[in-house]
Every structure is written in C-alpha cells, then in structure tokens.
C-alpha cells in the first residue's frame, strides 16, 4: 500500500536560513510524488511534483526535493527561506492510474526574522 | 477566476442537524473530491467524482453522502451530525486523474463544528 511519512510535525528556521521538510514514502510500485502548501487559512496549493523524469524537481518560490529511490525519500528544500514561507507544507503520494492522492500529516515551517 | 468555491464557509451545528456543503468549480474539471483536514491526519478522502452523476467512496465516507448531478457542483452532505464530524471540510478539483498530474485545485475550506 502506499504512504508517505512526514517525519517532522514543526520546522522552525531563521529568515535566511536553509529548510528542510522531510518525507519518506512506502509504494510497491514506482510513485507519483508532490509537496503542497497551505497559507493558514487557505486551501492547499500545489508547489512541486516527481512523476519519474529528473529526479531533482524544482518547484514554485525557490522550493526544490529530490526523489531519492534508495532511501524511500522526497525532502523538500529551499536554500534561503523567507517570512512568507510560513505554511504548512503537505508531503503525497499517488499510484499511476488511480484517482487518488494519499497526503501525510503535514509539517508546519515557522520562520522567524 | 473564481476557480474552487465552497459554501459555506463557517457553520455551528447541534448533534443530530444536517446540512449539506456545496462545492461550484468553474474550470470545467472532470474530477472533484472532498477531504477533511483534522489536526495531525493531513486530509483525508471522503468521497470523490470522476464525473458527472458518479460518486465514490474513499478513505472515511462514513456519516457522509454526496451528489454529483451537475458537472461544475459536488455537494457533501451530513444526515445526522455528530461532534466527531467537527473538521475543515476541502473540496478539489482536477481535469485528469489526480494520480497522474497531482495537481488538485482546492477551494479554501469550510470550517463545521458540531456542538
């Protein structure tokens, strides 16, 4: 069965300050993964997808992750974060095929100035 | 550019009220779906379409119906409320199988509290 772990419910950085979000994911299959965000009180937005091509992915406001089939991961970077990166950053998985998404718990990223 | 409207946006219920959430997309999308958001469960699949006048069940469609009788609207509705159904309530949409491009476009919530 598929799923993915988010294995950090709060991230708190510095403005400036390199993030990261990790996630693994279980799939018998080769998955489809994304990152999405969630502004507080917003619905959730797509910020970056792996769908088997490049393994680095590069997202919306300088957010990239890397599918790394080894370690069952698909961390979320960003080399600098800024003020309004504070969100909730949502880690899913997908089987080809299927009209499914299967979301983590989420991770909260505070950043302070 | 409305894209993903839900109504209503905040409502307080009593144990055993009903109502229903309407979900209006604007983008012509095949696939619609409803999820609830509870503190550390991320969303969870209630019930989804993948068109017009189909519903499915997904991962927690229990206390929950839906309708899907025109192709832009996908209502969700509680019979019977009870408090373990207090949550923000997310409708998405999608032209293809969200598996295969992952892109849902979500409305921004309905927030349900049952007293």
């Known amino acids: 069965a598929q799923s993915v772990t988010q294995l950090d419910s709060h991230v708190s950085v510095s403005e400036g300050t390199p993030v990261l979000l990790r996630c693994n994911y279980s799939?018998?299959?080769?998955?489809?993964l994304f990152w999405y965000v969630q502004h507080p009180n917003k619905g959730l937005q797509l910020l970056l997808k792996?769908?088997?091509?490049?393994?680095l992915v590069k997202g919306i406001n300088g957010f990239e992750a890397e599918f790394k089939k080894s370690e069952t991961s698909f961390h979320l970077t960003k080399p600098s974060a800024h003020m309004s990166d504070a969100a909730e950053y949502f880690c899913?998985?997908?089987?080809?095929?299927?009209?499914?998404?299967?979301f983590g718990t989420g991770t909260r990223l505070q950043v302070f100035p | 550019n409305a894209g993903v409207t839900q109504t209503p946006k905040f409502r307080v219920l009593k144990t055993g009220q009903s109502m229903t959430l309407l979900c209006a997309q604007d983008?012509?999308?095949?696939?619609m779906y409803w999820y609830r958001q509870d503190p550390g469960m991320g969303l969870r699949l209630i019930h989804y379409?993948?068109?017009?006048?189909?519903?499915a069940k997904g991962e927690v469609p229990d206390g929950y119906n839906v309708s899907r009788l025109k192709k832009q609207n996908f209502l969700l509705g509680l019979e019977s409320a009870a408090p373990s159904q207090t949550s923000v309530y997310f409708c998405?949409?999608?032209?293809?199988?969200?598996?295969?491009?992952?892109?849902?476009?979500f409305g921004e919530g309905s927030r349900l509290t049952v007293l």
């Open positions: 899913v998985v997908s089987l080809l095929n299927t009209d499914k998404l299967i």
């Open positions: 998405a949409s999608t032209q293809d199988r969200a598996a295969n491009t992952g892109e849902l476009f």
């Open positions: 379409s993948v068109g017009e006048g189909t519903t």
């Open positions: 983008m012509n999308h095949e696939y």
């Open positions: 792996y769908t088997s091509a490049a393994t």
């Open positions: 799939s018998s299959y080769s998955p489809s």
